[in-house]
């Protein structure tokens, strides 16, 4: 049985729901397990207020965000919002330590029945005093991460070197921009920025590998924007679909750019961009939302018929697990996002679950390469070493000595 777009989204959005209640919940009986406070009713009561207080003011931001847009209460909103989400991950973060912290309060406890009254007051402050320490810390630096996540954005350049690249590809630019999804974290002034950066590095081509927006509402401004900053690029955007367009309408959001924007809009297609000797194509290859190695296979059967085996193709694929068919099909170039490069890393390692072995940066069989994009947006701002990111991408000839 094969799972339609909308219903991963309702799978996804109850299986949040279920541990954003589990991890409100546990968080709070942990700390109140270790404060011991005399009337813990009036510490829930609180604790309840302040959170059904974030949650409202979150969703009313949401909800409203197209209408809140200029005005006066939009950017303390919006900062709110950013800020709660530092909050949840900071709770997350603090539940294994506060468990260890109550283990330890446990086996205090048991190994030491009698005690001096003053040794018992002392252990007991210990305690108390790390209920409040440990969330500060979590709650404080997840804030801080989903702050710096949300405002930094960096510009990455990459050079990739090949035999025989084509003339065409020498002096080539393309700016890569992925995962901006335009909506509650990313709003059109964001968007702005993102493009003022991309025209600072003077690319020849744009190309959008997915996820551009999850606001449908703001499709229309969208639309207009992509008209003006394609005018500013001398080969145009080349777009392709990623997963939260299917979440939210992928019917209409083809349709649109394919009607009122000049972007190209690849879907399982291809565009030769440079004759010669060894032509260079563009392909585009739509979402896999069967998740299977053999339907991969079809849409990259599909998106290639008709290039020729000695072309150089530059593959826009919105997953990276579209790299395991690419380098076996030895495609140059391989661009890719929807991982956001992990989000939040620490020692090179994420620790979101990714589900596949290529999430970030650079990978590589032979002369075939593929590069992931941390994203140039999120719709969750914490990031921990792994900002926004836009990418440039040029080429040399692995055959000649710079």
């Known amino acids: 049985m094969t799972l339609d777009a909308m219903t991963i989204r309702m799978i996804f959005n109850v299986v949040i729901v279920l541990i954003v209640v589990g991890g409100l919940t546990g968080f709070w009986y942990l700390v109140l397990k270790l404060l011991q406070p005399e009337k813990k009713i009036w510490w829930w009561l609180g604790y309840i207020v302040v959170v059904i207080g974030l949650g409202v003011s979150m969703r009313h931001f949401i909800i409203n965000q197209v209408e809140l847009f200029g005005t006066s209460s939009y950017l303390p909103l919006q900062l709110l919002r950013t800020e709660t989400y530092g909050f949840m991950m900071g709770i997350l973060l603090a539940i294994p330590v506060l468990l260890v912290m109550l283990g330890i309060q446990w086996l205090v406890n048991r190994n030491s029945k009698s005690v001096e009254p003053e040794m018992g007051s002392s252990r007991r402050k210990f305690f108390q005093t790390a209920a409040v ?43 890569q921009i992925s995962d901006v999804h ?3 974290c990313i709003d059109l002034d964001d968007f702005d920025i993102i493009v003022n950066l991309v025209l600072k590095e003077k690319p020849d081509r744009v190309v959008i590998t997915g996820d551009l927006i999850d606001k449908i509402d703001w499709l229309p401004e969208l639309s207009e924007k992509i008209k003006d900053f394609a005018k500013q690029v001398p080969d145009g955007i080349d777009y392709i679909i990623g997963n939260h367009e299917y979440f939210r309408d992928a019917p209409l959001i083809l349709e649109t750019f394919r009607t009122k924007t000049p972007m190209r809009v690849l879907v399982n297609q291809h565009v030769k961009i440079f004759d010669g000797p ?20 079809l849409i990259l059967d599909e998106t290639l018929n008709g290039i020729p085996k000695d072309a150089f193709v ?40 990714i589900g596949t072995p290529y999430w970030k940066g650079r990978y590589s069989d032979g002369e075939s ?11 969750y701002p914490v990031r921990l070493d792994c900002p926004r990111e836009i990418t440039i991408v040029q080429f040399k000839d692995a055959d000649r000595k710079y």
């Open 278 to 297: 060894r032509p260079v194509y563009i392909a585009g290859v739509d979402y896999d939302l069967k998740r299977k190695k053999s339907n991969r296979e």
């Open 182 to 184: 335009l909506g509650p």
């Open 314 to 353: 530059i593959l826009l694929a919105h997953h990276p697990e579209f790299f395991e068919e690419a380098f076996a099909r030895k495609i140059p170039l391989t661009l890719s996002g929807h991982t956001h490069g992990g989000q939040i890393v620490i020692g090179g390692q994420s620790l979101v679950p």
């Open 369 to 379: 390469q593929g590069y992931v994009n941390n994203g140039t947006g999120h719709w």
């Open 133 to 175: 320490a440990i969330p500060a810390a979590t709650i404080g630096g997840a804030s801080y991460a989903a702050f710096r996540g949300q405002s930094e954005i960096k510009v990455t350049h990459e050079t990739f070197r090949y035999k025989n690249l084509p003339n065409a590809l020498r002096h080539y630019k393309i700016s």
